[in-house]
Structures are given as structure tokens and as C-alpha cells.
């Protein structure tokens, strides 16, 4: 189309053989909001990377106001006037100059600058930059000094005074509290106004709600929605985000026995509605939710890495609040935490010693360790989980991802737990190593309550006996995994109508 | 057949290479291959090797200690001014020296953790810290029987019979007073470091800590508690060193101990190479403060000039950290 900033045909980006995206069409229009959507592992990052000239496209065709747009680098990109704001804030700003320099640090590296700052005239233009911005910070402050939302609106006002075509801001959000966000939105309106093209990405609802003029939706490196007419339809785009094929896993719905987590009143954050929560023995509980909406926060109290901001938790009527992390497993609460690579794998480690990690001491004579009945206690796992390896003490780093997490589950399977918490126990995992887990969970369910925290429907209806949807910090839905009605549900997750269907029983 | 031989390589490339350095120096120096020949490269090492193996508890945990030269020549001073000046026993000595060793490596843990000074930083500050302190009690003066004090009196006190011992004492071995106190000393703490980090629970959630610190924290890890710890027995084992060094000389010797901190570090970063650990380790650490004792002896004999050694040092060490984070890591790309 003439009229696009940007527009996007056909794009195609493999790594080795992972096909990351498969002919992506995507259009952008002078002042106007569009909002990508797409659950982790979707191909969303790949395309900005592709976008801003990070990696090269190996097939597909990009123009840029009707000129064709092959950017080298991200210089070249930029120069061109593509612009974008990374996830991590700091990437573009420096820390340790102050608010002025920030803003002019572009006019620095300009080839015409002359050896000597100019002081006076270089905090001038910065305060008109400022103020075109509605940036108002003390420029001389230190932009480490500042909150996240600042350095967020200097890091957007640098990108801004190369007067670009097409703005690209990956989920800038995700480290900012309401009113920063909002201050962020206002400026997102300004530059609208201004007929930049600006493609946001994110999965925060609210933020969605606020500013999308049309929305792309992403899944499996595809897109697989485009809503354009207003109203726009959110339930629709969460739908094509998250997906819901029936799938082939039958679950038979356990309602569990005895209550053994017990959660009353309990307050996320200060100001966060209660949360009242039952598990029970041998039943799998799915809390599902998005980005934003409190699973991790929860996971994180349970786990004794955080106190709660009110209410009180129960573990088989005793009263439970774990100090730390140790205090946390000693009184038999688990938590197989999300993003192995950062949170669990040790990669100089072998399997056996990865697997067997949190348990070391009962493994010991004294303080010296057993090899013998480590390996043999990894080796029962590895037969029961399926898990593909050569022998136990083989590097970690050797196994795929989906026997990596595999062995992950299986470190807090090897003592009976009483609460076993699953953090996104599926990324980054093929669907074999998926049912694997899956099975060997609801197999072993019976003498624990289990909470899977998950992002995705399908792993929801696969692993779970009961579905508890948690928006803005609250439960706001509940549905047994028995003809479940999906509508119902994925209006729960986007939260679409909170009073009506789905409230609490 | 590639990835084989370089496997090879990568696990006994520095064993192989520290056995023809030995037949080397045997066929080339004589004298070179015997007990007393031997035994004097042991002393030559041990000290250095003490500090280089508490050094290695620190890299396990990923930190770093630089203090630990300062530590032992502090102990040096305090021994001396112990015994000397205050005229206390051999063991009140030794006490003081190991109590001051642990409490540097607490302060320096609670720099780290505490107050989230990074490590290289905290112990380099501490290190300063130590060799300033250790001149004040005596404004700067070696320290030895019969020196006047401040005050215009003597210092009446002695190196006791049993503090010389530690130092001089000699086994019987083979040949008559043969194997030096120190010698059996580092063997000792050898053995013990290389069953603690590589055989104990402890040692394995060290090892865990250094790898990914927040997988073991979440695993219930007290993170925290075993760096301070790590730190406490650098500490302790720096002081060992001290110790050892002022029970050789026989005098708190103001200018003694100034290539510790490199030697030992160097030994401790040579032993990454040993059998392919790629990682700090005491069997490593001990090879690796072996080998340059063995290198600068040979040279020695061959008459090579004294102030060739510290380039040779150098030139080992370099090419112990190509051997191992170059080979290794084409190793483990191959692997994938």
C-alpha cells in the first residue's frame, strides 16, 4: 500500500532448523497504534530483530515508504528511520551520564560536533527536547538516580530526535507501575499525533486496551489475526494469541481429598484484592493468567521468596509463612521455578548433580556425599521420566531442552512434597517432552497438591484438574477441566467482563 | 578422530607436558631427578601452594580473593609481635594468627554479600587495609629479639622453640631430615581442600554456587553463608601460610612475602588446565603450584638468571588460561 510507513510481505527467518517465521504480512500506517500480540516463543522478538536490522530476512520483501528496506545493522536501520526501544531499558540510555547528555548524546557522535562540549548550548537544546517530549526531570540529574519510567521516556525522547518514520517499543511496559505507564501513554499519544507509525508490542491487556488502533496477532511464527475495525475485538485477539485446539490429552478430573494449601484473604500486593484459595490432595490446580497478572508473585510468596501484603496461608491446617527459600522447602513447599537456564540449570553441573541439588544432604554420610546412591537415585528418574541421555553424568549442556526440563521436574520429585509448584514448567519444550511431564505430574499427583502456573489454555487443559484464572492480582475465575467452556475462560484471561461470568463461587 | 585426540589433550596436555619438563630437566641438570632435589621444590611451593588453595575455595563460589599475600604477611608481623613483643607462647601465637585469618576472610565475605562490594574490589581494599595495619604496631620496623621499642625499652621476647619447629622441622624420609614441616603442611591442607570441594555436599553446592548462584539459591542453597564461608577459609589458610613463613625466617620481616598473592593466584588459575577440569580445583591448584616449582628449580640448575623467573611464571600462566578456556571451549562447541 502507498500510504504504509512500513510494510512487510512474506518474511521468512530460520535458525539451523527452527523455523521462526513463516512468511509474516504486516503493515504499518503513519500516526496510528498498532499493538502486536503473541504468547513467548511466537517469533514476536525475531520479527523486530528482523525489522531493525538485527538479523538479516532469508526470504520476503520489506519497503519502507514505498522505497525498498534491507537495513545491514541496526545503524543502518535507524538511519533510515527505523527506531526501536528495547525490552531492557538500559540498553538505551546511559546510567551513569546525566539527563541532558542523554538526551544529546546522538549530537556527541555527529561527525560535525568538534572536539570540545558545549555546556551551555547542549543543556539548552536538551531542555527543548524536553519539553517537546513533556519529558520534566531535573536534567541534571543522573539518569541511574531516576525511575524506570524515566529512563524509559529518555531512552523513547532519544530515539525521537532522529525524527523517525516507524517507532518500535517492545513491551515497555513490563517493569512499570500504573502511573508510569500512563505517563508513558500520554506520550505515545503526542507522537501519534506527530504520524508516527508505532508498533507496540505486548501482552498486558490494559495497556493494549489503551492504545491500540489495530492488532496483530502472532502464534508459531505466523500471524493468525489482524482486527482493525473498532471496536476492536480483544476476546478474539487473546483467542488467536493463546489458541485452544481441542487437544488429544484426556484428563481424568481428580477433585482431590483432603484440603492441603489453604490460602485466606491473602493480599499480592498492598491494595490488591484477597484472594482465597483451596488445593487439594492429588488435585492439579492451573493457575493461568497473563503477563501482569500475579502468577509469578504468588509462586514467589508461596516459595517463601517474598512476604504477602496481608492474609494468611495454610498448609494441612497448620500455619505456613516461610522465611526464605530453605524454610520454604524444609516445610515441604517446591517450586520448579520458570526460565531454567537463569533459575535452575547449573551448567557446569552433570545430571546427576543438577538433579539431585536440592536433596544433596540426604544423599550424605556425614557431609560426604553418596555418588553411588545419587547416580542410582538420577538413574530411577531418568527411566520414569523418559529421559534421553547417555548416563547420568553427562554434562547437563548435552541434553536438549525438553530433557533439560525434564531433569528440572524431576530434582522436586525426588522427595514426596506436600505443595509442589510448577512455574511454566513447558517453555521452551517440545510437545513429546510435554505429554512426558504431563503424565508423569498427574501420575505422581496423589499425596501433594500441585500448582501449575501456566500462560497457555492448551497446557492448562492438558495438565490440570481445575483451571484458576488470576487477572490484576485477583482470582476472577475458576472452571473444573470437564467440558470446559472455553469462552467463558478466555474471557476470564483477558478479563474482558470481571462481574459477570466466571466470579468466584 | 579430531575431537578425540583434542579431548585428549585438553585432559592430560599439562600432566604430560609437567612429566617432560621433569625428564627434561633430569637428563639436562644433574642432579635434578633425586629426593633433596625434590624435596627442596616441595618447600619451594608450599607456602605459595597453602595460599593458592584457599584462593581456590573463593574462585569455586565465582569470587575472587585478592587479600590473601596481605593476610599472610600480616600473620608474619602478628606471630612475631606475638611472640616478641608480648612475650606469649608458641600456641597463643598460632591462635592469633588463625583467629585473625578467619576474621579477615569474614569481613571480606560480609563486604561481598553484605554490602554488595564486588569481590575483586572489597578484597584489593582489604588488602591495602592489611599491609597498611600490619606497619603501625611497630611504625614501620621489622620486628626481632632485642629491637628497641617506643618506649626505649628491648623487646625481650623470642621465637619459641616450638613456633621454629613449623617451619624448620625436617622428617626422616628416605634420607635423614629430609621432608620439611611446611611440605607435610601443604599435603595435608591439599587433601583436605580436595575432599571438601570435590567429595563433600559443601563442596558441591560451592561448586553450584560459582556456576549459577541463583539456581542454587532457589534450591535452598544459603548462598550467603557458604561465600562467607569460602572467604573464612581463604582467611585461614592465608594465615597458615604466614605462619609458616615467619617460622622459617625467624623474624617478623616487614619486606618478606611481596610474590605470594601472584604465585599463588597463578597457581591456582594454572590448575584450571589439569586433566580438562576447566575450573578452579585443588588437585589442579597443587599441580599447578608444583609445576612452576619444578619449572624455576630446572631453570635454576641450568643456571638460568634469577630475574628470568618471574617472565617464565608469567608465560606459564598465560598459557595455562589459553589451554583452558580457548581448547575448552572448542571442546564443548564440538560437543553440540
Redesign the interface.
Known sequence: MAGDALSVRDLQKSFGKNHVLRGIDLSLTPGSVTVLMGANGAGKSTLVKVICGHHPADGGTMTLAGDRFTPHDAADAIRKGVVTVHQSIDDGVIPDLDVANNLMLDRLVERGHGLFVRETQLREEAAKVAAAMGIDVNLKARVSDLAVADRQMIAIARAMARAPKVLILDEPTSSLSATEADRLFALIDRLRDQGVAILYISHRMSDIRRLADRIVVMRDGAISGLFETAPLDYEAAVTAMLGHRMTEVDVTVQDGTTPVLELSDLRLHSGAAPINLEARDGEVVALVGLLGSGKSRLAEILFGMAGPAAGTMRISGAAYSPRSVEDAIAQGVFLSPKDRGTNAVVPDFGIADNMTLPFLKSLSVGSFLDARRQRGRTQAMVDQLGIVCQTVTDSIGTLSGGNQQKVMIARWLLEQAKVLLLDEPFQGVDIGARRDIGRHIRATAQGRATLVFLAEIDEALEIADRIVVLHENAIVGEHRNQNIDLAALVADISGSDIPTTGAQP | MNDRLLDFAIRYGFLILLVGLIVYFSLAAPGFFGPLSAAFVLQSVAITGILALGVTCTLVVGGFDLSIGAVATSALMLSAYSMVILEHSAIVAVALCLGMGALVGFINGLLIVKFRVPDLLATLGMMFLLIGLQRIPTQGNSIATGMTLNDGTVAEGTFSAAFLWLGRHRFDLFIERLLPMPVVIFIGIAVLIW?FLG????G??M??I???A?????????VNAYKIAAYMISGVTASIGGILLAARLGRGDIASGNNLLLDSVAAALIGFAVLGAA?PNAFGTAIGALFVGILLQGMTMMNAPYYTQDFVKGAVLVAALVFTFYLSSRR?GA??
Open positions: 575432599l567429595f563433600t555436599r559443601h558441591r553446592l561448586y553450584a560459582g556456576s549459577n541463583r539456581a542454587a539459591s532457589l534450591v535452598g542453597t544459603p575450573r564443548t560437543g553440540h
